[in-house]
């Protein structure tokens, strides 16, 4: 018996990948899909008191509607989180593309530095940020000192700009690598033969360099977009009320507020769109592109 | 004669390396014109170099009569097809050819005709929407080839665009390029290693080693006449000794060969002749050299024999038999007779 098992076994290919797939697909479906079901139930449930009671109800998501404050303050946190993309990848691709096309020596201990934030504590990060763009900060005192300003400027820190930065700071390393890879795997000959067809560094660069590593482009941007939108401690930290993100409340609905149903249903909102954002951006360049930048 | 290229006096060192070496060549407008060279030699630098992707480390590169120093590759009126052809995997077959149509920013529709009146010249008509990689090798060239000549360069500069075909196509590209070339009449210059390939598509060749341009003609000078033992060796299979001149014949270990050349008795010279212009027989009359040897070697080639054939004690001598009948090719031991007419070999300088 057991011996005509295993003769089954090796020779159903797809059982046997997918049993050494298993231990990985147990671990998703436990902490990730198991989790996201919950929240999904939870959502069209009703708590009284510290009770949750399983009957259903879309009553909370016809709160997350009428509540004014839940939709602005999702907009604010896609806003925050598009800058803070395009911030990295102003800052990533340069970078990468220095270190593909220019940089000929040391270029591994090079991109190893440009990725050392991506090892430094979260928390630390967002407390030198503190620190910098404080009243009494690092950036406040040399602008005193430089006389540019009479008073410290009180802006800087506790606003939607110091939430930006610090996560550039934070996620600008993470977007280096695929575009340092992309860029590097790029047949250099290309550009070359643009340019003999007459066109310009610029051209160059738009009709060729660019679109070729648009594949690796798109995912960093999903790199950084999709975990920022959820972005909830690096505002509580640095936010200011200005700074508050949509992470910030779903937060405070299950810790603050104790009403895990709504919090719930503004999780699985937020994660819906983003998951349609993440598909229309892939489907612009087509999974195959996507694995082969990877 | 219109010159369309002009190298003067062209070196180009990396570092202490001397890659191209005090070149110095025109290349006539409407000519297929081709660098022929060991690999290494420097061919594809001096294209480089026209190209503008190379700054002369000395002299001075014209186009059109142009100088052409500091001006960059997108500014000159050159294209190139290059060796692993560099096509835009990102762009269809059509948009590959209009590239260097669209960054001159010319108008959608004359964008249009002029690649479709390329794709035709190349034959690719139909394939105008195909992905490069669903093209296959010949149909890459012919892209590659196309692209180029969208722009109507002054000169279109080929870097060994044939090497990684197979022998039946690379035949079959040879003659097409050929045909494009009298088609469009745009200024061909090719570099290759391939001597057969430089000596049926040229109208000039120009032979490079190690750097230095050794000699320049038509394909028949280079093959006929070489300068030198380098070019001799470079242009195909060669019998090559040393000997000493002595009145109208040069002494080789012993051996006594008559020549029509006339050089002072008692100078060195290197004697050569061309396997093909031997003749070998049980029998032989008729040549004014005419040598007893045996057969130490065969190489069998089908239309052709290559027999090492010893002569005396040290000189083996290549000859090179079409085979007539299988009776006729000949066996290692036969003891044979070869021979050849004075005018038929030469005496060359050395270059070593």
Redesign the interface.
Known sequence: MREKFLQFFRRKVELRIFSGLSFSLVWFLLFLIVPIAVIFLYSFWRQEYISIIPQFTIDNYAQFLANPIHIPLFLRSLGISAAVTMGSIGLAYPAAYFLAFRVRKYKIPLLLALMAPFWTSYLLIVYAWKIILGYDGILNSLLLNLRLVEQPVDLLLYSPFAVIITLIHIWSPWLVLPLYASLEKM?K??L?????????PT?AFL??TL??TWPALIVAVLFVFVPTVGEFVTPALVGGPQGYMYGNLIENYFHLGFNWPLGSSLAFVMLALVMVMTLLLLRTVGPDKVMESL | MVIDVELRSVSKRFGSFVAVDNVSVQILRGEFFSLLGPSGCGKTTTLRMI?G?EEPSEGEVLIGGQPMTGV????RP???V?Q?L?????LSVEENVA??L???RLAKQEIRQRASKFLEIVRLSGLEKRKISQLSGGQQQRVAIA??LV?EPTVLLLDEPLGPLDLRLRLEMQEELKRIQREVGTTFAYVTHDQTEALSLSNRVAVMISGRIEQVGTPLEVYEKPRNDSVAEFMGETNMFRGRYLDGAVEIDGLAVRVTSQVSNGTNVIFSIRPEKISIGKTLSGPDNVFKGTVSGVTYRGSDSVYDVQLGEGIIIKVRSPNLAPESIYRVGDEVFVGWNMGKALLISSLR
């Open positions: 047949d000959s290309l070359e033969a643009a340019m003999d067809l007459g066109a310009t051209q009709r060729v679109p070729l | 190209a992707f960059p590759p997108f500014k050159t294209n190139m290059f692993h560099a096509l835009f995997p990102h590239f260097g669209k960054v001159k692209r180029a722009t």
